[in-house]
C-alpha cells in the first residue's frame, strides 16, 4: 500500500512539472506568473516606451551588479550610459506632455538652483577640520565643537 501511495504522489509530482511543456506543445500559451512588462495603455506611445524600457535598463543592471554579474566598472560604464538615456526620454515624454505654451516653472527654479550653485562656488565656504560645521564669520573657535579655527581653514 505504501508502495502505490508513493508511486501516485511521483506520478503527480512528474505531472505537475512536466504541465507548462505539455501546455507548450498542445498550442495553449503558457502565461507567466510575473509579466515581463506591465500591461498599460502606455504601449502604443512610443515616447512612453522609451522611457519604459530605460528605467527597466537602469534597474536589470542594478540587479546584475548586485547579484554579481557586472563588476563596478561595467556597472558605472553602463549606468552612466543607462542615465542619459532614461534622461533624455524623461524629457522628451514631459515636453510632450506638457505641449505647447509658455516654459514650466521648472525652469525657473532649475535657475535658481544654478545660480545659488554658482553662489556657493564664488563663496569658497570655510569648514571645521574637526566636526565639518559650516564656519561662520571670521571667528576663531568652531560654534559646534569648540575647535580652534586655523589660518588654512
Same mark, same amino acid.
Given at each position: 500500500m505504501t508502495i502505490v501511495a508513493g508511486l501516485l504522489?511521483? &506520478?503527480?509530482?512528474?505531472?505537475?512539472?512536466?504541465e507548462p511543456v505539455l501546455r507548450a506543445a498542445a498550442g495553449k500559451p503558457v502565461e507567466l506568473a510575473v509579466p515581463l512588462f506591465a500591461d498599460s495603455d502606455d504601449e502604443e506611445d512610443p515616447l512612453l516606451r522609451r522611457r519604459d524600457r530605460a528605467l527597466a535598463a537602469l534597474r536589470e543592471i542594478e540587479f546584475d551588479r548586485a =547579484?554579481? $554579474?557586472?563588476?563596478?566598472d561595467d556597472f558605472a560604464r553602463l549606468q552612466? $550610459?543607462?542615465q542619459v538615456e532614461?534622461?533624455?526620454?524623461?524629457?522628451?515624454?514631459?515636453?510632450a506632455q506638457a505641449g505647447p505654451g509658455p516654459a514650466p516653472e521648472g525652469d525657473a527654479v532649475e535657475r535658481l538652483i544654478a545660480e545659488a550653485r554658482a553662489q556657493a562656488r564664488t563663496k569658497q565656504q570655510r569648514f571645521c577640520e574637526e566636526c565639518g =560645521?559650516?564656519?561662520?564669520?571670521?571667528?576663531?573657535?568652531? &560654534?559646534?565643537?569648540?575647535?580652534? &579655527?586655523?589660518?588654512? &581653514?
Amino acid at each position: 500500500m505504501t508502495i502505490v501511495a508513493g508511486l501516485l504522489i511521483a &506520478v503527480v509530482a512528474v505531472l505537475l512539472v512536466l504541465e507548462p511543456v505539455l501546455r507548450a506543445a498542445a498550442g495553449k500559451p503558457v502565461e507567466l506568473a510575473v509579466p515581463l512588462f506591465a500591461d498599460s495603455d502606455d504601449e502604443e506611445d512610443p515616447l512612453l516606451r522609451r522611457r519604459d524600457r530605460a528605467l527597466a535598463a537602469l534597474r536589470e543592471i542594478e540587479f546584475d551588479r548586485a =547579484t554579481g $554579474k557586472l563588476s563596478d566598472d561595467d556597472f558605472a560604464r553602463l549606468q552612466s $550610459k543607462y542615465q542619459v538615456e532614461a534622461l533624455e526620454a524623461l524629457r522628451a515624454v514631459d515636453a510632450a506632455q506638457a505641449g505647447p505654451g509658455p516654459a514650466p516653472e521648472g525652469d525657473a527654479v532649475e535657475r535658481l538652483i544654478a545660480e545659488a550653485r554658482a553662489q556657493a562656488r564664488t563663496k569658497q565656504q570655510r569648514f571645521c577640520e574637526e566636526c565639518g =560645521t559650516p564656519l561662520e564669520g571670521s571667528g576663531k573657535f568652531c &560654534v559646534a565643537c569648540g575647535t580652534a &579655527v586655523g589660518a588654512g &581653514v
